[in-house]
């Protein structure tokens, strides 16, 4: 699949009844979702002149992830970004809201990166949106909550990167908000990796499966 694809397929998921489309993005950490998600809304809106007359959005799992306060609640603060660290029926009802409700703007939390904490009302969708890309890690678990949420995506794509690339990526991201070099590794190694594994194995339930390394040498 070429970038030009990509766009086309996302174009011709529109719900010709009014509705909203959901196109999901999944993918192991530091793969490149967002990336691609920002690239995609780009190019789609790109012969829109405002924010509001956009007919993309791009709603991020990330705004998902359960406060440090409820985490330390759980004993979950040191699994932060293992699935049962992000409120998923809540994810899911938020997607199936965007689906049919187009009369007025729908907010999704998002996530803030230095403070690390979700915070609602961050990501407006107006009522021109006519598809919405959501990426997140869990879109294709097997679980209570992410099965929920999977029914509400029209098309779950999957993002295949070079994992000593995407280690590389996500070791230099975690030092550039903040953290040591030895807490950077360590987390790769013992969450993010963690991680990985869970989701590598969802691959085979995706609609497409998109390579980035092919994309990025375009
Ligand atoms: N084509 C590219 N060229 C250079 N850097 C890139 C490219 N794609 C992604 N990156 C970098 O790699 C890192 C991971 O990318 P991105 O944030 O898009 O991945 P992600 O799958 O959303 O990660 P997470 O699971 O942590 O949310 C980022 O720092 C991003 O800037
Ligand atoms: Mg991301």
């Given at each position: ?11 011709s ?13 999944v ?18 809106n790109?012969?829109w002149?405002?924010?509001?007359e ?35 029926y ?14 007025h703007?729908v907010?999704?939390p ?10 609602a ?7 021109a ?36 690339l995407?280690?590389?990526r ?35 339930r995706?609609?497409l ?9 375009e």
């Open positions: 699949m070429t970038l030009p694809e990509l766009l086309e397929r996302a174009s998921l529109a719900d010709a009844r009014g509705g909203r489309a959901v196109i999901g993005i993918g192991a950490p530091g793969s490149g979702k967002t990336t691609l998600a920002e690239a995609l809304v780009r190019e789609l790109a012969v002149e405002a924010p509001e956009s007919s993309f959005a791009h709603v991020p799992m990330d705004g998902f992830h359960l406060s440090d306060a409820e985490l330390t609640r759980l004993g979950l603060l040191d699994r932060k970004g293992a699935p049962e660290t992000f409120d998923a809540g994810y899911a009802a938020l997607l199936a809201r965007l689906r049919i409700e187009r009369g703007v907010y999704a998002g996530f803030e990166r230095v403070l690390e904490q979700p915070i009302g961050t990501v407006p969708v107006f009522p949106a006519e598809t919405v890309i959501t990426e997140g890690n869990y879109l294709l678990l097997d679980r209570p909550g992410w099965r929920e949420v999977r029914q509400q995506c029209t098309e779950v794509w999957y993002c295949q990167q070079d994992d000593a995407r280690i590389k996500l070791t230099e991201r975690h030092l550039r908000f903040g953290k040591t070099p030895e807490t950077a590794e360590a987390w790769v190694r013992e969450v993010d990796e963690r991680n990985a594994e869970l989701i590598r194995a969802t691959r085979d995706a609609d499966v998109v390579d980035l390394e092919s994309i990025a040498a």
